[in-house]
C-alpha cells in the first residue's frame, strides 16, 4: 500500500449496522455495529480511508451477463477496495471477491410476531398429548378388565368403567368388599387416579389463567405450509438470492417457499430489515396476516432478545443456508493479512459481541412504550366467553340430552299403557272372531 493512499470501503447505509450521518467537516460519522468495527479496524491498521455505497443498495447478485449488482459488484469493479455489510462467504462469490477470516457465523432463520390468536373449540382436552391420552385410555381399560376378573360376577364392566372414571374425577370409590382381597390393584388404580387428577388440574388451571396459543410455526417445514394455506407471508432481503437458494433446494417444502416468495415479490430493503422487518402489513383483501422474515439470527438477536420482545418474538431454531460472514475484499488487495490478524483478535476478545449487545440495548432504549407494546398482550391476560366456548358447548349438550331424557321418560310410560291397552283389545278381538 502506497502511504496516504485511502482505502474505498463499499458499505450500505442501513439502521443500527452501519449508518452514515454527514458533517460539517466533510468526513461522515459512522454508527452501528458493522461500523464501530470498521473504525476499529482502521485505528489499528493506521490507515485513512473512505466509505462508498453502490447506487442499486444492494449486496451483490451475479448476473447473466457475468456481471455482478450492489457491494460485491463494486469490488468486481474495482471501484472500492473492502466491502463489509454482512456478506455470506459463499461459492460464488469466492469467485469474485476474496474473504477475510469471518467476524461472525450465522444462517437464515425466521422470525415472526407471535399471534394472539388461540383455539377456543374443546382446548381442555389439548392439556395432555395424543400419546398421553392413548396411555391413558389403555390403561383405564386394562385396570377395567384386571377388576372385572378380581370381582368375577360381582360387577359389570360398565358400573367398573364408570367408577374408575369416576376415581379420576375425584370421586369415591365404592366397589364390592371383595375387592379388599386385592388391595395392590387398588391401591395401585387409585395413585395412579391421583397423579393423573392431580397433572391434568394443574394444567387446566394453567390454561384457565392463560390460555394457550394455536398451533406455533416453528420449522420451516410448518412455515412452507402456513405460506401455502395463505395463513402466513415470509419476506426476505432485497438484494439477495435467498429465494433461489430455496428454490435450488432438494426439499419440496422448501422449494414451494421460494417459488412462493418470487411469485409475490417478497421483499424487504436492507434498511427495513435493520429497523422494523416484523411491522404488521395487510393483503389486498385487507385481511390481516402474519407475516415472517427471513434473515440472519443476529439481527432478531440484536432487534427481538431484549425486553418485552423476548416474549413477543418467535424466532426459529430451525434454519438453511448456514455459513459464516466476512469483509470482502478486491482480488489483488494488497493488506489481506493484516486485517485478519486484527479481526481475529476482536473476535476472540469478544469486542464484537460488545458491539452487538450495546446496540441493541441502545435500540431497545429508543422506543417508545408504544413501539414496545409491538403485540397486545394485554388480550392474552383477561378471560373471556371465547375462552369458556367449548364448556358452555358441552354444557348445552348436556341439559340438552338430560331434557330428551326426560321428555321421554314422560312420554315412554304412556305410550307402554296405551300399547299394552292396544294389545289387550287385539287379544279380546281375537278371542272373540275365533268364537
Not at 44 to 67: A, M, R
Not at 193 to 214: K, N
Not at 349 to 366: H, M, N, Q, R, V
Request: aromatic letters at 14%.
Amino acid at each position: 500500500m502506497k502511504p496516504g493512499k485511502k482505502w474505498l470501503i463499499s458499505t450500505l447505509n442501513r439502521s443500527r449496522l452501519f449508518e452514515i450521518f454527514p458533517s460539517s467537516d466533510g468526513k461522515p460519522k459512522l454508527h452501528g455495529i458493522e461500523a464501530e468495527l470498521i473504525k476499529t479496524l482502521m485505528t489499528k491498521i493506521g490507515v485513512d480511508y473512505e466509505i462508498v455505497t453502490p447506487d442499486d443498495g444492494q449486496y451483490g447478485i451475479e448476473l447473466s451477463s457475468g456481471n455482478w449488482t450492489g457491494i460485491i459488484g463494486m469490488l468486481y469493479r474495482g471501484e472500492a477496495d473492502i466491502g463489509i455489510a454482512n456478506l455470506g462467504m459463499f461459492e460464488d462469490r469466492f469467485r469474485t471477491v476474496d474473504f477475510s477470516f469471518p467476524y461472525l457465523s450465522d444462517g437464515l432463520y425466521f422470525s415472526y410476531i407471535k399471534s394472539a390468536n388461540r383455539e377456543q373449540l374443546f382446548s381442555f382436552i389439548r392439556m395432555f398429548d395424543f400419546s398421553t391420552w392413548m396411555f391413558f385410555l389403555a390403561s383405564f381399560l386394562l385396570a377395567s378388565v384386571v377388576i372385572l376378573i378380581v370381582l368375577k360376577d360381582q360387577e359389570t364392566i360398565s358400573s367398573i368403567m364408570l367408577y374408575l372414571f369416576g376415581s379420576f374425577l375425584g370421586q369415591t370409590l365404592m366397589f364390592h368388599k371383595q375387592i379388599n382381597e386385592w388391595k395392590v390393584i387398588f391401591l395401585s388404580w387409585m395413585l395412579f387416579a391421583f397423579i393423573m387428577s392431580s397433572v391434568y388440574s394443574g394444567a387446566l388451571s394453567s390454561f384457565l389463567v392463560l390460555p394457550s396459543e394455536g398451533k406455533v410455526v416453528e420449522t420451516f417445514v410448518d412455515l412452507s405450509e402456513a405460506v401455502l394455506k395463505g395463513s402466513h407471508r415470509a419476506y426476505t432481503l432485497k438484494g439477495t438470492n435467498h429465494a433461489a437458494f430455496l428454490r435450488h433446494y432438494p426439499e419440496q417444502y422448501l422449494q414451494s417457499l421460494g417459488k412462493m416468495i418470487e411469485e409475490n415479490d417478497w421483499h424487504i430493503t436492507a434498511d427495513e430489515m435493520t429497523q422494523d422487518p416484523l411491522e404488521k402489513k395487510y393483503s389486498p383483501d385487507g385481511k390481516p396476516k402474519i407475516d415472517a422474515v427471513i434473515g440472519a439470527k443476529y439481527i432478531f438477536k440484536m432487534l427481538y432478545e431484549v425486553g418485552d420482545f423476548k416474549s413477543k418474538v418467535f424466532v426459529s431454531e430451525d434454519r438453511f443456508l448456514g455459513g459464516s460472514v466476512g469483509i470482502a475484499f478486491k482480488k489483488g488487495f494488497c493488506c489481506i493479512s493484516e486485517v485478519n490478524k486484527y479481526i481475529t483478535r476482536i473476535v476472540e476478545a469478544g469486542i464484537y459481541d460488545k458491539f452487538l449487545k450495546y446496540e441493541s440495548l441502545k435500540y431497545w432504549f429508543s422506543l417508545s412504550s408504544e413501539e414496545r407494546n409491538i403485540v397486545e398482550i394485554a388480550e392474552d391476560r383477561i378471560l373471556s366467553i371465547r375462552d369458556f366456548t367449548d364448556a358452555f358447548l358441552l354444557l348445552s349438550a348436556g341439559l340438552l340430552i338430560s331434557c330428551l331424557v326426560f321428555i321421554i321418560e314422560l312420554i315412554f310410560p304412556h305410550l307402554k299403557r296405551q300399547y299394552n291397552k292396544a294389545r289387550h283389545r287385539i287379544y279380546w278381538l281375537i278371542f272373540w272372531l275365533k268364537k
